[in-house]
Nanobody, 123 residues
Framework: VQLVESGGGSVQPGGSLTLSCVELGLSYSGACLAWFRQAPGKEREGVASLDSYGRTSYSNSVKGRFTISQDNNRPTLYLQMNSLKPEDTAMYYC??????????????????WGQGTQVIVSS
Protein backbone atom coordinates (compact mmCIF):
# COMPACT_ATOMS: atom_id res chain seq x y z
CA VAL A 1 0.00 0.00 0.00
CA GLN A 2 1.25 3.44 -0.90
CA LEU A 3 -0.35 6.78 -0.11
CA VAL A 4 0.76 9.81 -2.11
CA GLU A 5 -0.35 13.29 -1.02
CA SER A 6 -0.36 16.47 -3.05
CA GLY A 7 -1.98 19.88 -3.08
CA GLY A 8 -0.16 21.64 -0.29
CA GLY A 9 1.19 25.16 -0.65
CA SER A 10 1.13 28.68 0.69
CA VAL A 11 -2.09 30.63 1.06
CA GLN A 12 -3.26 33.78 2.78
CA PRO A 13 -5.58 33.64 5.78
CA GLY A 14 -9.14 33.08 4.65
CA GLY A 15 -8.03 31.22 1.56
CA SER A 16 -8.69 27.65 0.46
CA LEU A 17 -6.69 24.59 -0.52
CA THR A 18 -7.61 21.06 -1.53
CA LEU A 19 -5.32 18.21 -0.57
CA SER A 20 -5.35 14.92 -2.45
CA CYS A 21 -4.16 11.47 -1.45
CA VAL A 22 -3.89 8.76 -4.06
CA GLU A 23 -4.39 5.33 -2.51
CA LEU A 24 -2.27 2.73 -4.30
CA GLY A 25 -2.94 -0.89 -3.46
CA LEU A 26 -5.52 -0.19 -0.78
CA SER A 27 -8.34 -2.62 -1.50
CA TYR A 28 -9.85 -3.38 1.89
CA SER A 29 -13.62 -3.06 1.95
CA GLY A 30 -13.51 -1.98 5.58
CA ALA A 31 -10.72 0.54 5.14
CA CYS A 32 -10.65 3.62 7.33
CA LEU A 33 -9.03 6.79 6.01
CA ALA A 34 -7.94 9.98 7.67
CA TRP A 35 -6.00 13.20 7.47
CA PHE A 36 -3.58 14.20 10.20
CA ARG A 37 -1.37 17.22 10.61
CA GLN A 38 1.75 18.06 12.57
CA ALA A 39 3.09 21.51 13.25
CA PRO A 40 6.71 22.06 14.34
CA GLY A 41 7.17 21.16 17.98
CA LYS A 42 3.69 19.69 18.29
CA GLU A 43 2.23 16.21 18.28
CA ARG A 44 0.54 14.76 15.24
CA GLU A 45 -3.19 15.42 15.50
CA GLY A 46 -6.20 13.97 13.74
CA VAL A 47 -7.98 16.41 11.45
CA ALA A 48 -10.70 14.36 9.76
CA SER A 49 -11.63 10.76 9.07
CA LEU A 50 -13.83 8.74 6.74
CA ASP A 51 -14.88 5.22 7.65
CA SER A 52 -16.03 2.36 5.45
CA TYR A 53 -19.68 3.36 6.00
CA GLY A 54 -19.06 6.85 4.70
CA ARG A 55 -19.27 8.45 8.12
CA THR A 56 -17.04 11.46 8.71
CA SER A 57 -15.46 12.87 11.84
CA TYR A 58 -13.66 16.16 12.36
CA SER A 59 -11.58 17.77 15.04
CA ASN A 60 -13.24 20.72 16.73
CA SER A 61 -10.59 23.05 15.35
CA VAL A 62 -11.56 22.38 11.72
CA LYS A 63 -15.24 21.47 11.95
CA GLY A 64 -17.28 23.58 9.56
CA ARG A 65 -14.21 24.62 7.56
CA PHE A 66 -12.72 21.34 6.29
CA THR A 67 -14.42 18.55 4.35
CA ILE A 68 -13.09 15.04 3.84
CA SER A 69 -14.29 13.05 0.84
CA GLN A 70 -13.32 10.20 -1.42
CA ASP A 71 -13.55 9.50 -5.13
CA ASN A 72 -13.92 5.72 -5.24
CA ASN A 73 -13.42 5.62 -8.99
CA ARG A 74 -9.85 6.86 -8.80
CA PRO A 75 -9.40 6.09 -5.81
CA THR A 76 -8.40 9.29 -4.10
CA LEU A 77 -9.01 10.86 -0.71
CA TYR A 78 -9.50 14.63 -0.52
CA LEU A 79 -9.41 17.30 2.15
CA GLN A 80 -11.11 20.54 1.13
CA MET A 81 -9.87 23.30 3.43
CA ASN A 82 -11.70 26.63 3.54
CA SER A 83 -11.34 29.74 5.69
CA LEU A 84 -7.77 28.79 6.46
CA LYS A 85 -6.10 30.27 9.52
CA PRO A 86 -2.40 30.70 10.42
CA GLU A 87 -2.84 27.97 13.04
CA ASP A 88 -3.67 25.52 10.24
CA THR A 89 -0.04 25.72 9.15
CA ALA A 90 1.42 22.20 9.37
CA MET A 91 2.55 19.15 7.47
CA TYR A 92 -0.54 17.23 6.46
CA TYR A 93 -0.53 13.45 6.24
CA CYS A 94 -2.92 10.94 4.71
CA UNK A 95 -3.42 7.76 6.75
CA UNK A 96 -5.19 4.45 6.16
CA UNK A 97 -6.04 1.25 8.00
CA UNK A 98 -7.48 -2.01 6.75
CA UNK A 99 -10.25 -1.75 9.34
CA UNK A 100 -11.18 0.26 12.40
CA UNK A 101 -8.35 -0.25 14.88
CA UNK A 102 -9.15 2.40 17.46
CA UNK A 103 -10.20 6.02 17.87
CA UNK A 104 -10.05 7.82 14.55
CA UNK A 105 -7.92 10.67 15.90
CA UNK A 106 -5.12 8.48 17.23
CA UNK A 107 -2.11 7.93 14.93
CA UNK A 108 -1.73 4.40 16.28
CA UNK A 109 -5.05 3.44 14.69
CA UNK A 110 -3.52 3.56 11.20
CA UNK A 111 -1.12 1.24 9.42
CA UNK A 112 -0.22 3.23 6.34
CA TRP A 113 0.99 6.81 5.98
CA GLY A 114 1.84 9.15 3.17
CA GLN A 115 4.97 11.28 3.01
CA GLY A 116 3.13 14.50 3.86
CA THR A 117 2.38 17.76 2.09
CA GLN A 118 3.16 21.16 3.59
CA VAL A 119 0.46 23.78 4.15
CA ILE A 120 1.47 27.32 5.09
CA VAL A 121 -1.12 29.95 5.96
CA SER A 122 0.43 33.38 6.23
CA SER A 123 -0.13 36.94 5.12
Amino acid sequence: VQLVESGGGSVQPGGSLTLSCVELGLSYSGACLAWFRQAPGKEREGVASLDSYGRTSYSNSVKGRFTISQDNNRPTLYLQMNSLKPEDTAMYYCAAADRSRGAWYLPGSYMYWGQGTQVIVSS
